[in-house]
C-alpha cells in the first residue's frame, strides 16, 4: 500500500528550502489589521502542522489568538488535541472567524471571545467565558499585542515617534475551575 508523503514539520528535509521563496508586495492596514487582507496569505499551520496528540483532552485560552502567531498556536493546540478559547479584538471578527474554523475541522471546541485585554474587567470576562465554554483551563497562551511601530496611515503626527502610555495587555484573574 502507497503512503501519502507528508510535507511538514515532521519530514525530513531543508527547512530552509522547504517553504516558497517569495517577495510580498508593501502593503500598509490601518490598525488592528486583518490577516484575511494580507496579500499573499499567511501559513499559520493550517497547510504544514500535523499534531500528534501531544495535548489530547486539554483546554487552553490564547489571547490574540485570531491571527499571526496566536492563530498559528490556536491551530497547533488543536491538531494536538487541545479544545481552544481564542481572544481578540472585535474589529479581527474575520480573522477570529477563519482561525476558529480550522480549529473546530479538527474536531475540536472553540470558543470565541472578542474584547480588549487593555481593559481589566474585559481580562476577567475572557477568563470567566473560557472557563465556562471549556470547562477549566490548562494553559494561557498571553499573546495579545499590538504592532509597533503603527502603520503610518494610522499614526497621528504628534504620537509618531513615541510609543503609546498605555500597556497592551493586563493581568487576567480568574479562577482555572475544574480539569
Given at each position: 500500500m502507497a503512503r501519502t508523503k507528508h510535507k511538514d514539520h515532521?519530514?525530513?528535509d531543508n527547512p530552509v528550502t522547504r517553504h516558497p521563496d517569495i517577495t510580498p508586495p508593501k502593503q500598509d492596514q490601518d490598525m488592528p489589521g486583518l490577516d484575511a487582507e494580507l496579500e499573499p496569505q499567511t501559513d499559520r499551520g493550517e497547510r504544514t502542522y500535523r499534531g500528534t496528540g501531544r495535548l489530547e483532552g486539554r483546554k487552553a485560552l490564547v489571547t490574540g489568538g485570531d491571527s499571526g502567531i496566536g492563530g498559528a498556536v490556536a491551530i497547533a493546540y488543536a491538531r494536538e488535541g487541545a479544545d481552544v478559547?481564542?481572544?481578540?479584538?472585535p474589529a479581527e471578527?474575520?480573522?477570529a472567524d477563519r482561525i476558529a474554523e480550522l480549529v473546530e475541522a479538527e474536531g475540536r471546541t472553540c470558543i470565541r471571545i472578542p474584547a480588549d485585554v487593555t481593559d481589566r474587567e474585559s481580562c476577567d470576562r475572557i477568563v470567566?467565558?473560557?472557563?465556562?465554554?471549556?470547562?477549566g483551563l490548562d494553559a494561557l497562551v498571553v499573546n495579545a499585542g499590538r504592532r509597533w511601530?503603527?502603520?503610518p496611515s494610522s499614526r497621528s503626527a504628534t504620537s509618531s515617534s513615541t510609543r503609546p502610555s498605555r500597556p497592551t495587555?493586563?493581568?487576567?484573574s480568574g479562577s482555572s475551575g475544574p480539569r
Open positions: 515532521l519530514t525530513f478559547a481564542i481572544n481578540y479584538l471578527e474575520e480573522d470567566k467565558e473560557a472557563v465556562d465554554g471549556l470547562g511601530p503603527p502603520s495587555s493586563t493581568r487576567c
